[in-house]
Every structure is written in C-alpha cells, then in structure tokens.
C-alpha cells in the first residue's frame, strides 16, 4: 500500500486474525460519521478518514493479489447490507480500476482478477450502467455484447431524443391565446412575476399546454420588449426549467437565423441571451456551444493578420531596383483588397454569433461575461473589431458621465449631449468619484486599447476629466505619496491614450489634448511612456504595424526631397506625419541627420508646423539616440565621431527654435559625467552656446577681447557675436529648465571633476591627441556654462545653492583655479553690497569725495576678504604663506580684467557705433530712442567703471607692502616668485584668454605698484628662461592661451626695450629691477641699467628659440603643434631678431617637409606660420641694433682665459694689486653684478658669491676681509645657526651634484671619441709633429701677456662658469659675433674639425714638472680656445679672398654674410651633432661680454 493509507500489508495478510475486524471496523465508523453521503469526501478532509479511500484500498487489494477473492466475499455481501449507497460506491470504484488495468501497463497483469472480482460483487444492474461493453463481456455480465449495445442505442434515443406524440387536437388553440394576450400586456405594478406564473400555471393545466412551448413563447416575449427585461427575467426564475433547456430553445433559433442569412432582425435574440446571462438564468457554457463559428477559426484569422502586418514592415526596409513597376503595382492591388476588406467587414460581422452576442452583452451592461469570452481569443482581438469597440466606448460613456459633468462645466450657450445611465440594475453602475473610475473604467479602457480610436469624444472626456483629477493629486501628500488615480493613469496613457491616438488620420488637436493632460508628469515619466509607445506598444498590434510602416514609406519619401527651397511643402508634410505616431519619424530623420550634416538646417526648419507633443518626444528620440552604445570615437581614437558633432549641433539649433523640454538633455548629459565619460559635453556646449548666446572665449577678436574687459553693457554689445534679442527666450527656458531640475550647480561642478580626472581617465585612448581635445572640451564649457549661469542667474539664487569656497577646494575636490572661477561672483556682489551698506550709512552719500568712496571701499574689502582668507588659508601648505601672504593669494583670483583697466577706445567705438545723429533713413523714432539711451547707459558704465578701477588700485595701493614678505636677510626672489609663478599665475593664464591678457596685466601692475619684495626681473626671466616642458605638457587650446599670455609680457618687455625714456620712466627706479637687495637702508640697492636690461631681452629671446626649437625637432606631435602655436600666438612681438626668424624659419621648412605626407595637420599649421613669418622678415633689425654686442680688441683676445691673481672669494671685482681703495671695489662690484643680470643670472647675491668662494683657493686674510665688507650688504650681521647649516648643507650637495656631472661628461666624450677615432688616428699621425710646434709656441705667448692681463679685464671680468654649465665641457671656444666675413668653406671647417678632435684627445702633452691636474685641465681649454679664434681668423681672411676674387658688390657681401650668420644661428641652436656644433650660444655670449678670471 501507498504510505499514509488507511491499511497496510500486514492487514491482508493477517486476514483472519485481525484483519478482517480491522477493515470491518474502519468502515462502519467512516459509515457513521457522514451517514447521509458516506461516499463524498468533505473539503480539507485527510485521506485517512475518506470512505473512497478505504474501499478503493479493499477492492485494488483483492486485484492485486494481496487478499484471496473468497475470503473478501462475505465481507463484500455484508458491506451492501450496511448503507444504501454501499452498492453504489462498490460499483464506483470497480469502474476506477477498471481504468486502471486496461490503461496502465504495469496493472494489466491483474485483470482477471478484477474480472472474477466483478463477478462476485452481485450488483448486474449497476455495472451495466457504468462499466463499458467491452468489460461487461469479459466478465460475463453480458453474453452478447453487439446486441447489448444495439438494445442501448436504442433506450438512449426513446429517452433523450424521441418525443412523445401527443394529440395536437388535444391542446387547445385558446390556451395560447390567452398565454399570448397575458405575456404581452401593458405591465403595471399590480401585475407581478408572481401572479403572472399563477395565470401560466393555469393555463398549461387547464388547456394541456406544453411547458417547452409555453417556455418559448416567454423568450419570444422577452425577444420583442426588451426594455421589461426585468420582469421576464423574473418570471423566468420562478419558471420550472433548466439551463439546458432554454439553451437548446435559443440555440435552435440560432441555427435557423443562420440559415437564413441572419441579419438585423435577429439582434433581438442576442440581447435576450445577453439579459438571460446577466440575470444568471441561462450558463454561459451552454449557449456557447451552440455559437459559430468555430474559436479556432477566429484565432487562425488574427494570426494571418499579424503575419501579414509583419511582412509588411519587413518588406519595408527592404531596397530593390528590380521589377520596379511590378511592385507599385503590387502595392496598388494591396491598397485595393485592404480597401474592400474594410468594405465588407459590417455584413462579415452580421453573421458572426460570438461577436454579435459581445456586442449585446455590452449593450446590457455585462461586462463580466464579456470578459469570460474575451480571455478565449487572444488579446485585443474582439476589441479590434469595430462593433465591439464602439459597444464598449458607449458603455464607458456612460459609466463617465457622472464624474465628467461635475468637473467639467460648458458654457450655459453650449448644450452638450447629456448620456442617460443604462436602465438595469444589473447592468456596471456609474463611477461617482476618481476612485470609482480607477476600479470600474481604468479597467475597461485597458482591454480596450489602442482601439479608443473608435470613439475620439470618448478620448476628449477621458483626458479632461483626468487632467482635473491631476490638478488636485499633482502635490505630493503628507505621506510622500500622490493619490492612487495619479499613478493608475500613466497605464492608461501608456496602453490606451498614445497607441489610440497612432490610429487616428493626422488629429493634431488630440495630440494637444494629450500633451495638456501629460505635461504634468516629469519628464521622467513621460520618457518611460515614449519609450514604450515607440519600442513595444507599436510591435503589439498588427493595425498599429501597418501604421507605423505606411508612416515610414510617407517619410522617406518625404526625406529624399527636403531642401532649403522646399522647406515649406516639407514642413506641413512631417507635420501630417508626425501629429499622431511621430517617435518612428523622429528616429529616422535623426539618423539621416547623424549621415548627412547639412540636413541640419532644413530639417530644423521643416519642424514648425509639429504640436507641443511631438516636440516632446523628439527630445526623447534624441536622447534615446545619444543612449545608444555607439562608437563616439573615430579615426583610430584621434577625434570625435562625426555623427556625434552632427547631432550635437542638431541638438543647439533645435533646442533653440522650439519649445523642448531641456530636462532630459541636461539630465542625460549630468549622467554621463557621473560615469566620467565627457564626450557628451559637446552637447552642452553646443546648447549653450545657440540657446544662451554665450560664446566660448576662445575665437574672439582683438576688439571683442577688449569689450569684455569693459562693463555687462559693453560686453553684451560689443563683445559676442550673436545679439541678445536673438536668444532672449531660450535663454530663459534653458534657466528655467537648470532652476527648475536643480542642474545648474551640479553641472559646474561634474565638469570640473571631469576636467581634472580626464587625462587620468582616457586610459582607453591611444592618443594625446584626443585627449586634450577632451580636455580643452571640459574646460571650454565649464567657462561657457559658468559665463552663462552668471549673466541669467540672480546672485540670490546662486548663493543658495553654489558652495563656499572652503568646501568647493576640499569637499568637491575642485583645483584653486575652478573654485575661485566659481565664487568669485558672489565675492563681488559681496563686496559691492557691503559697499553700498556702508555707502548709505554716511547722510551725504550723494556728495562723497572719491577718497571718501575708497574709504569705504577698503572698510568693505577687510570685512568681506577677513573671513574668506581665514577660510582658504588651511587649504595650502604652510610654508606657502611664509613667502606669499594669503591676501595677496586672495586678492590675485578675485580680481578680473574690469578690475585694472577701462577700454575708453572699446567704448568710444561703440557710441561712435551707435550715434543716433548719424543719417540714416531706415531709423525709426522708437530705434533712435533705443539707440540713445543705450549711448547715456554706455556713458555712465564707463564712468562708474573708471571710478571702480581707481577704488581697486587704491585698494592694491594698500595691501601691497604685507603681499611679499622678506625672511631674515635672504632676497625675496626664488620663493616668492616660485609661490607666485605656480599658485597664480601658469593655473590662470592658461584657464581663459582674459585670464591670460589679466596676468601678464598683473604682473606689469605688480611693477608699476613698486611692491615690496617682488623682483620684475626674477619673475620674467622664470616665465622665459626654459618654456619647453610648459610648451610639451599644453593642450590646444592651452597653447594659444599660453601664447596669448606670452604676447601679452612681451609687449611689456618690448615697450620697455624701445625705448630709453620708457625704462627710464618706468623701470630706472623700481624694486622690480633691484640686482642687489641691502639691509642697512644707508647704502643704496642697485639697479639694472638700460643696456643690461636690452642684454636681458635678447637672452630672453634667445631662450624662447632655443625652446621652442627644441619641441620643432622633438618629433612628437603635441610638442610640435603646441610650438607653432605659440608662434602664430606672439608672433606679432617674435621673432624680434632677424637671426632667430631665419633659424625658426629654416626648422618650420623641416617640418613642413617631414610632415607633408604623413601628418597634414601640422603641415597645414607650418605652412600657415611660414607665410606669416615671410611677411614680418623683411622688417626685422639685425641682432646689433637690437642690442648693443661689443666687439673684441686683439688685446681682449689675447687675455681671454688668463688667469687674475687678483679675484677674490665674495665674488666681487677687486683691484690690480696696487693698492685700490675700497671705493673703486664697490664700483667694479656693481659691474659685475651688471653684467650678471645681463647674461640672465638673476640668481640671489650670496649664492652667487657661495660659487664663487668654491672655485678660490686659500684666500688671503685681505681679501676675506674684502669680502666680508662685500657681502654684508647681502647676509646680514644677525643669521642664525639654522640658516647658516642648512645652506652649507645645500652647498655640499650642489657641489656633489656638479662632480658628478663632470664625472659624466667625460664617460659621454669617450662614448662619441670611440665612433670617429678610425678616422682621427690617420689625421692625427700626419700633423702630429706640426701641432707640438704650435702649442710650444702658444705657451710662450701666454706667458707674456700674463704681465698685462689685470689691466685688460679688471672692468670687465665676472665668475666665470665651471667647465659643466656648458653643453659641451671643456670644449669651448671663442666666437667673433662682430666679425661680417665669416667663410663658410667645408675645407677650413674640416680642418678646424679634426683640429679639435686632435686636441680633445691628446691629454698626454708634455707639462710643466709642478704642473697640478687642474692646471693642466685649465691649459688644454685655454689651448683650445685659441685655436678657436685663430681658425676664426682664418675662416675670415678666406672670406675677404673670396669676395674679392669673385667681384661681389658691398650689398651681395652683406647678404651672404646674413645667410652664413643664420646658418651658425640654426646650428648653435638646433643641432644636436658634435661634429657640427660643439659650443652653446649662451656661454659665447657671455665669453664676449665678460672676461673669465681664474686662479695662479
């Protein structure tokens, strides 16, 4: 037995002992609990206590084997006995295992056991009755089984089949009569159902009526007067009939309709069944068999229409040249059958029963069973035909009608169509609340679907009753919740609303109904809903696929023909297209938009006819796009993909024109930079820019540069390209939408973020190139962006919700650059605020002195700068306020160019501009008003500007003697300028252009304030000295605002270099060119004189060649393209020396010859450069009138390199051995100091003097006495201990460092020896002998001249450098720059070559016997100087032979001696072979200009 059975095994087999009692027991007690029923098991009974179950266990156990046949017998007597209904259990559960042997295999083996089972049980009659033939054979029950079934066939017919002939003379015609005339009278309320059946009662007994026939007659009744449903209903309860009866009545009816062609006049027999079900008289499984046609056939119907739909879509897409003709004509056939099918479909729906009984179900208001039929098709199929979906648009009229008078009013003139309630209190009652409409209506327009198209007035009443309703449960409740009607009301619009309004023909006043009742979900929600009508909803639907692809043929087609001179068809062509189903439209003209630019403007111009819902869901289709994981990188990850920069600029123009929702745009853009991915910026940018009308600052005008150093007004007028009337309303939507999202900030912010972590996050892209790109994107709209916030955002709403500036650098992880570009704003309505409150303090504000406004100008500077200078001051290290003062930090970022200056020309050319006397005959009186009050307001800006720049320079005027402060006795240059140079000014100059024309200001303004401490000269030749890793590490657009900051210091460096009035007048005197700092206030500082100042100039040029040289020839193209930036950048200050413009020159034509096939780019930007430079050549000065080069005397060539017995350890020029007072030291001391800053040392005195006391020996008690005096002016009496230990420590290891270095430049020399010492051995041994002659003699010269030495350098004798500042070591050797016939034979340089080659490698000459290493070291390069003028002098001489040999004219001589002198130019700074060039500039330079002082 199964587990948990009320018997077991031990029970058969222990038959006798205890089984028997066991089995008899159990059944009479389950006997005795349900003594009525015994055979029915109760709900949630267990098995154990079920009679079934005990039989069943009995009867299958006896089958089975396990209990002997005779000894259940008397048990099985004795059961019948015990119940009446025992017999009949018996028999029920023989008929179960009967089942069970014929049908499971395992189970056969035991039918004859049951078959001997059957035989034993003595109940014939009820086996016969429920056992098949086929069993009662084998048993025995019957004998003839054929016959059996035929006398069964036959009682079966007599019973249900055969009817009784009665004698139609018995039943009396009267009966009828008399039933007619009483089921049809006028019913009133005396007449009842109840009385009523008593009259039929006693008609069918009085005149043998037969009740079937008086049962039809009653459906007649109810067939012909409808509207007394309820009475018939009634009545026909309390008629004594079945279900089935009045199924088979009606279906007979039914049939016989059918028949006959069915038609209108058998409606009536559909609403009585529709009444009989809602009365629950008549079982819906009843009279549906008796339906046609078949569900299979209906089913089998949608299916085709589906397929057919989708191959209509397919076929869509599909393009073919062949057979066109066939196929148009295909189409026309296609259109054709689709039309006639429409033209049938009333007659095809007459004859369908299923669907005429929907109809009349709900007519009478059944919704209910009309479900029950619908779940049988599949889904929308009923509601797709449209009878069915007209019935139930009516219905839902009426259940509307209640809650649609009470918030909807007409007008008292207008008279609407009021819709009476159904009169059936079966029948769906009318919703009375939005409640109600959510349980009763939501639930019916939901099964309704996109099939509401039926009834466009039932849409109209759906929409404005739930746009009341939203009105009321728009706010958000105190729980956070809005009402239920709320949310239940985006599944209607979603399943209903939209895919209906697909099916209508071009309704753009539905869609502004729909857009009415929408706008007030956010966009969020809306997006949802588009998403799902454009990508589902319209794939669900075969009428909604036909649509959508009649749709798409219409506008490709369209599409193929839109130009800008057929804007206007085209445009009321897309507009028909898109009123009702515009999501496939939109996504097919923005992916011809993404192939093809310059649709662009036309398709933007084409969409003015669209309603306010389409050109919301074209802002869903472009973000839908822009969603799309596509490649936005293109030509090997080197530039943005074009398709990209294509919808971007869509994206601008369209936003612009049409009233879009900015919502999902910005949202999608504040996204992307949450997941760092910054491409999209492009986007923002671009909106901006066309929808606010802020440019970016980076293309704009000299003039526009100047403008926007002015006033708001000026810079609106004179300083963007687009005039602000043009982008008045988009500018306040594009506010409104940031306001209103809450984007405004956090935008800023995500841009800042990403502009600082993108070069760490393009780990993917292979090339730089793209990345500052990105780069230069980030930066480039956080300023645009900023820009605009601050023209459209009030401060109020700015203040609330931008950050202070202490969380901005630390909580926002923002650089000091961005956040004061973020706050400086609100600092300055700060100021001004308090300015004018302690302004209005005062009685006489009106008639304020200018010095009293600065009065109160300072007040308010301390008490709105106090505390923001204590908040930022724990941001940065501490020991950057040791050099810098945080006010001066302060003061630096919070100013701007409308600060410094007033553009008086950028405002006289705007009135001159604007001049309403001007004749002009177009004016009109109103424009000439306009014009002259913007030429008063220009005037006043301008005045109150002007007064603003004297109160801020008073302001600096004061804060400028705490800005720099002086630490103990050192001078104030390195620090300090390192501070300013690296916090201030490389961040700013290279954030926006003004940002750089403001530093390169502020530092001049730094100069013309004479501030305390700040060295001019310091912080000029830090910016110029080496530009090359500046150069290498800017991206595009950082380049040309380096260039632009560049330009700017140069034209200041230029005017002073002009002109000898200018320095004096504005520089003589300053602290900024003070060369040595005193303590004692007794002795005066000293200062760089004019031609010192023009030496430094021309070094400084000379540094920005050799930089920028250096990136031309790097090969890298950032470094490359950056350089020519920077030179169409400046170059209307540089070149300023024709030698340098020949040598840029000749490296720009290398590049353009590198370039031109592999990247053409550069070569478009070097070919550019090269044509400007040809332009300004002619005009350059040579090197001496830019500069004075003092030539050598053959006696300051004989000294060169002699040592000076007379230098001493401070560094300074001392006398000539003779005695020279202490008067005559100091001046050479200034000299000397003079002649440093022109050679570009601006190095602090006492390390100067530290250098020089390392390369003295043993210094004489005099002289350290002398230096001491020297130096006191530089170090003070008072150092501490501190300081002195930790700038011998920094000696030491500056001194470590220049070892090492001399270490290494041999090892370099030997490695280059080696590849030419094959070549040198040949040379060497045929001049060998020659060479030793020469050098005796040379050393028996220097010897002489030793005697006349001091007096020949000692006014023009400096430190001279140790050998390793130089290039190339001790190789170096004198050059004539004053010399004009320099030969260029390759003979003399060959010779010259191997020359020194020869010397370089012989350190074995013989000295002398107490000559010391150094010594000799000292005599080899001195050696080989000489060799260097004298093969100078050679080179000459040949030149003059030449020229005269030649005839050459003066003028040929002059040209070709500029050709030559910019061919050594380019190779001094360009080439990195040492065969070719093996001396720097820089130190020949200095070599001509001082005199190298060296020890006995």
């Not at 669209?610 to 080197?638: F, H, P, Q, W």
């Not at 595009?1036 to 380096?1042: D, F, I, K, T, V």
């Not at 006191?1272 to 470590?1296: D, I, L, M, S, V």
Request: with cysteine; aromatic share 8%; charged share 30%.
């Amino acid at each position: 037995m199964a587990a948990g059975g009320l018997f077991t095994l031990e029970t058969w087999k222990n038959w006798e002992k205890s089984g028997k009692a066991e089995l008899v027991q159990t059944i009479r007690h389950l006997i005795k609990e349900n003594g009525e029923n015994p055979g029915l098991s109760k709900p949630n009974q267990s098995p154990t206590k079920d009679l079934s179950r005990a039989l069943y266990e009995f009867l299958s156990a006896i089958v089975r084997g396990h209990l002997r046949r005779d000894y259940a017998r008397p048990v099985l007597i004795d059961m019948v006995n015990w119940h009446p209904d025992m017999a009949s259990q018996l028999v029920e559960i023989t008929t179960l295992l009967d089942l069970e042997t014929a049908a499971v295999e395992r189970f056969s083996r035991n039918r004859d056991n049951l078959l001997g089972l059957l035989k034993s049980l003595d109940a014939d009659r009820l086996l016969k009755e429920r056992l098949e033939i086929e069993t009662l054979g084998d048993a025995g029950i019957v004998r003839h089984k054929k016959n059996f079934h035929t006398k069964q066939i036959k009682v079966k017919t007599k019973l249900f089949y055969k009817q009784q002939k009665f004698n139609l003379l018995r039943e009396e015609t009267e009966g009828y009569a008399k039933l007619v005339t009483e089921l049809n009278q006028e019913i009133t309320d005396r007449i009842t159902p109840n009385s009523m059946i008593q009259v039929i009662r006693s008609l069918i007994g009085g005149f043998n009526l037969d009740p079937n026939r008086v049962l039809d007659l009653i459906l007649e009744s109810l067939e012909s007067r409808p509207h007394l449903h309820q009475f018939y209903t009634s009545l026909l309860s309390q008629y004594p009939c079945e279900s089935a009866t009045i199924s088979e009545i009606l279906g007979f009816k039914l049939n016989t309709s059918a028949k006959e062609g069915g038609g209108k006049e058998t409606q009536g027999i559909y609403t009585t069944i529709s009444l009989l079900l809602q009365a629950d008289i008549l079982q819906l499984q009843d009279i549906y068999v008796w339906l046609t046609p078949e569900d299979s056939s209906m089913a089998e119907e949608h299916q085709r229409e589906e397929a057919e739909a989708t191959e209509m879509a397919h076929r869509v897409n599909i393009v073919s040249t062949k057979d066109k003709d066939k196929e148009k004509e295909k189409e026309k056939e296609d259109e054709e059958r689709e039309r006639q099918e429409q033209q049938r479909n009333p007659e095809r729906y007459l004859n369908n029963q299923k669907i005429q009984l929907c109809i009349a179900l709900l007519q009478v208001g059944d919704w209910d069973h009309f479900q029950e039929i619908s779940r049988r098709f599949p889904d929308f199929y009923l509601v797709s035909i449209p009878p069915i979906s007209k019935a139930l648009c009516n219905l839902i009229h009426t259940l509307f009608e209640t809650v649609y008078r009470k918030v909807c009013h007409l007008p008292s003139r207008l008279q609407g169509t009021v819709i009476e309630p159904l009169d059936n209190p079966r029948a769906v009652q009318p919703a009375t609340n939005y409640n109600d409409l959510v349980l009763i209506t939501f639930p019916m327009l939901t099964a309704l679907g996109p099939h509401l198209c039926h009834d466009p007035g039932l849409m109209y009443k759906v929409l404005r009753t739930a746009r009341h309703g939203l009105k009321q449960q728009v706010r958000v409740g105190p729980d956070g919740m809005r009402g239920l009607f709320y949310y239940e009301f985006l599944d209607i619009l979603d399943e209903v609303m939209l895919p209906a309004l697909s099916m209508l023909d071009s309704n753009p006043c539905m869609a502004e109904e729909i857009w009415e009742t929408l706008k007030f979900y956010p966009y969020q929600h809306r997006y949802k809903l588009y998403g799902r009508w454009k990508n589902e909803t319209c794939n669900q639907h075969p009428a909604l696929v036909r649509r959508r692809t009649a749709l798409l043929k219409k506008a490709k087609f369209i599409m193929m023909r839109i130009t800008k001179e057929t804007i206007k068809p085209v445009s009321r062509g897309i507009g028909k297209l898109t009123h009702n189903n515009p999501a496939p439209i939109f996504h097919y003209i923005l992916i011809q938009v993404q192939l093809y630019d310059n649709l662009i403007g036309p398709v933007v111009d084409s969409f003015k006819y669209l309603t306010s819902l389409s050109y919301d869901v074209l802002g869903y289709c472009i973000v839908e796009i822009l969603s799309e994981n596509k490649d936005r990188i293109a030509n090997d990850a080197m530039a943005i993909s074009s398709w990209l920069q294509a919808l971007s600029s869509f994206c601008g123009a369209v936003y612009k024109k049409y009233p879009i929702d900015l919502g999902g745009i910005l949202q999608f853009v504040a996204n992307q930079l949450k997941a760092e991915k910054s491409i999209d910026l492009l986007i923002l940018r671009e909106i901006v820019q066309k929808m606010g009308g802020t440019d970016t600052l980076e293309d704009l005008t000299p003039d526009q540069l100047d403008a926007m150093c002015g006033g708001e007004l000026l810079r609106r007028e004179a300083g963007q390209y687009q005039q602000e009337r043009n982008t008045k309303r988009s500018s306040v939507r594009l506010k409104e939408a940031l306001l209103e999202h809450d984007l405004a900030i956090p935008l800023l912010l995500l841009t800042a973020q990403q502009r600082s972590s993108v070069v760490y996050n393009q780990t993917e892209s292979p090339h730089l190139k793209l990345v500052g790109k990105l780069y230069d994107q980030c930066q480039d709209t956080m300023v645009q962006f900023g820009s605009y916030l601050f023209q459209v955002v009030t401060i109020d709403e700015l203040s609330g919700r931008m950050p202070p500036i202490g969380t901005l650098l630390s909580d926002c992880h923002v650089s000091a650059d961005v956040a004061f570009f973020l706050a400086r704003p609100l600092f300055i309505n700060m100021l001004n605020a308090k300015y004018d409150e302690l302004r209005k303090q005062d009685k006489g504000e009106k008639k304020m002195t200018l010095e009293q406004k600065k009065m109160r100008y300072l007040e308010a500077c301390s008490e709105v700068f106090g505390p923001i200078v204590t908040s930022i001051r724990p941001h940065f290290s501490i020991k950057v306020w040791e050099d810098m003062d945080p006010s001066f930090f302060l003061t630096f970022w919070t100013l701007t160019m409308s600060d410094l200056e007033v553009p008086h020309h950028m405002y006289e050319k705007e009135i001159k501009k604007i001049d309403p006397n001007q004749p002009s005959s177009n004016k009109r009186k109103k424009e000439a008003d306009r014009l002259l009050a913007l030429k008063e307001k220009l005037q006043e800006e301008e005045k109150r500007q002007k007064e603003h720049v004297e109160r801020v320079l008073a302001r600096l005027q004061q804060e400028k003697d705490r800005w720099f402060t002086l630490r103990g006795a050192r001078s104030p240059k390195n620090d300090t300028v390192t501070a300013f140079l690296q916090l201030c000014l490389f961040p700013r100059c290279t954030f926006t252009t003004l940002d750089a024309i403001y530093c390169a200001k502020f530092v001049k303004m730094l100069h013309s304030l004479k501030t305390p401490n700040f060295s001019t000269l310091i912080c000029y030749d830090r910016m110029y000295c080496d530009i090359t890793y500046t150069v290498a590490s800017c991206t595009e657009q950082e380049a040309h605002r380096y260039a632009r900051f560049l330009l700017g210091t140069l034209e200041t460096v230029m005017h002073w270099h002009t002109s000898h009035n200018n320095y004096e007048r504005e520089c003589a005197s300053y602290p900024g060119f003070v060369t040595k700092y005193r303590v004692s206030r007794q002795e005066a500082n000293d200062y760089v004189d004019y031609e010192n100042y023009r030496h430094v100039v021309h070094k400084w040029h000379y540094k920005i060649t050799k930089a920028l040289i250096t990136c031309l020839e790097s090969g890298d193209y950032i470094q490359i393209r950056n350089a020519i930036l920077i030179l169409q950048g400046i170059i209307q200050r540089f070149p300023a020396i024709i030698n340098l413009a020949i040598v840029i020159e000749k490296r720009i034509e290398m590049v353009k010859l590198q370039e031109r096939n592999s990247r053409n780019d550069l070569y478009v930007l070097a070919n550019s450069y090269s044509g400007r430079l040809k332009a300004i050549k002619p005009n350059l000065p040579q090197e001496p009138e830019f500069h004075i080069v003092p030539k050598r005397t053959p006696a300051a060539q004989k000294v060169n390199g002699t040592p000076d017995s007379t230098a001493t350890s401070g560094g300074a020029g001392a006398g000539d051995g003779k005695g020279t007072p202490a008067e005559q030291v100091d001046g050479k001391q200034a000299k000397a100091e003079a002649m440093e800053v022109a050679n570009g040392d601006v190095e602090a005195k006492e390390e100067r003097e530290a250098k020089k006391g390392e390369n003295n020996s043993k210094p004489t008690k005099e002289k350290r006495d002398v230096a001491e005096k020297k130096g006191g002016g530089e170090e003070g009496e008072g150092k501490r201990p501190e300081e002195k230990k930790r700038e011998e420590k920094e000696k030491k290891k500056e001194k470590e460092k220049e070892k090492e270095e001399r270490e290494e430049k041999p090892r370099k020399r030997s490695k280059e020896s080696k590849k030419i010492k094959q070549e040198e051995e040949e040379y060497l041994e045929e001049r060998d002998e020659r060479e030793r002659g020469e050098r005796d003699r040379e050393r028996e010269r220097e010897r002489e001249r030793e005697g006349s030495a001091t007096s020949n350098t000692s006014s023009t004798s400096a430190k001279m450098d140790p050998p390793e500042a130089s290039p190339r070591g001790s190789k170096r050797r004198k050059t004539d720059h004053s010399s004009k016939n320099r030969g260029k034979e390759e003979a003399s340089r060959r010779d010259h070559k191997h020359k020194e080659r020869s010397k370089s490698r012989e350190p074995e000459s013989v000295p002398s016997p107490k000559e010391s290493k150094k010594e000799k070291k000292e005599r080899k390069r001195d050696r080989s100087q000489d060799d260097g003028v004298e093969v100078d002098q050679k080179r000459k001489k040949g030149g003059e032979e030449r020229m005269k040999s030649n005839g050459r004219q003066e003028d040929e001589h002059k040209h070709r001696h500029r050709q030559v002198e910019a061919e050594e130019y380019y190779e001094r700074y360009s080439s990195k072979d040492s065969h070719r060039a093996d001396y720097d500039y820089e130190r020949e330079y200095e070599k001509q200009t001082t005199r190298h002082k060296r020890k006995n």
